[in-house]
């Protein structure tokens, strides 16, 4: 028995994010089917996390347990051969039978990006929120800077009821502009449900001057969901980099 490591990336956009349904195509649903045909056995893959509708990969770690004797780069060409255009496998490698995707996670990054422009782009309507105002960068980011650290994020989660605990830690938050293009960078030690989106669309909040910077401690004091900003929109979301 071999325990495979598995890199991939993948475009959300027609899928109902990664985690396998009975009535809806996801990321999980494809990579099984391709994966059990090049291994030519069943496979059940264990990914780090789960995804929504609509938001990407850049780098999503997956597991599987195989009797297979193929190579690892075989796996990744025969794998891709098998995939669509839309989600790709990065790389292969043989781990310990006790590694898990999801357990042995350490951090994760995730990018939100935004287009900001009165036009829309005819190239990337789906990899960015569309905002047709100017963002206020330096108020996102002394915003952003309250957010840093070990907090409980209940404020920023839509569902909280399926985790024991909201308090999580937030290692850094980087706020990058160039041209048309603004980058939201969080790297944490995980994430509650939606807590990225709903702290893209505070800062966006922030930037509107709903809020200001320095309300960010007593949102997160409330514990309220409903004292925090918008839910941003999934498809400018990206997994960006998973830590082990």
Not at 49 to 69: I, L, M, P, Y
Not at 128 to 133: I, L, T
């Given at each position: 028995m071999r325990n495979l490591k598995v890199m991939t990336a993948y475009r959300g956009t027609k899928y109902h994010g990664f985690q396998r349904q009975s009535n809806a195509l996801t990321v999980q649903e494809v990579l099984e089917r391709a994966v059990s045909k090049v291994l030519n056995e069943q496979a059940a893959i264990i990914g780090c996390?789960?995804?929504?509708?609509?938001?990407?990969?850049?780098?999503?770690?997956?597991?599987?347990?195989?009797?297979?004797?193929i190579s690892n780069i075989g796996f990744c060409r025969g794998v891709n051969g098998e995939l669509p255009e839309d989600i790709s496998i990065l790389s292969c490698e043989d781990v310990s039978l006790d590694f898990h995707a999801r357990f042995d996670c350490k951090g994760k990054e995730y990018i939100y990006k935004i287009h900001c422009s009165e036009s829309k782009d005819p190239f990337g309507s789906d990899l960015?929120?569309?905002?047709?105002?100017k963002f206020d960068i330096e108020a996102a980011k002394k915003a952003a800077a309250h957010l840093v650290g070990t907090h409980d994020f209940a404020s920023f989660c839509a569902d909280c009821t399926s985790v024991s605990t909201t308090v999580r830690t937030i290692y850094s938050i980087e706020i990058e502009n160039s041209g048309t293009s603004v980058i939201i960078l969080v790297k944490g030690d995980g994430f509650l449900y939606n807590m990225i989106r709903i702290i893209a669309g505070t800062l966006i909040d922030v930037s509107e001057g709903r809020f200001s910077p320095d309300d960010m401690p007593k949102?997160?004091?409330?514990r309220d969901r409903l004292k925090a900003g918008r839910t941003a929109m999934a498809h400018g979301l990206y997994l960006n980099k998973v830590f082990y």
């Open positions: 996390s789960r995804t929504d509708t609509g938001v990407h990969a850049r780098e999503f770690c997956f597991n599987v347990k195989t009797e297979s004797k960015a929120f569309h905002y047709r105002r949102i997160l004091a409330a």
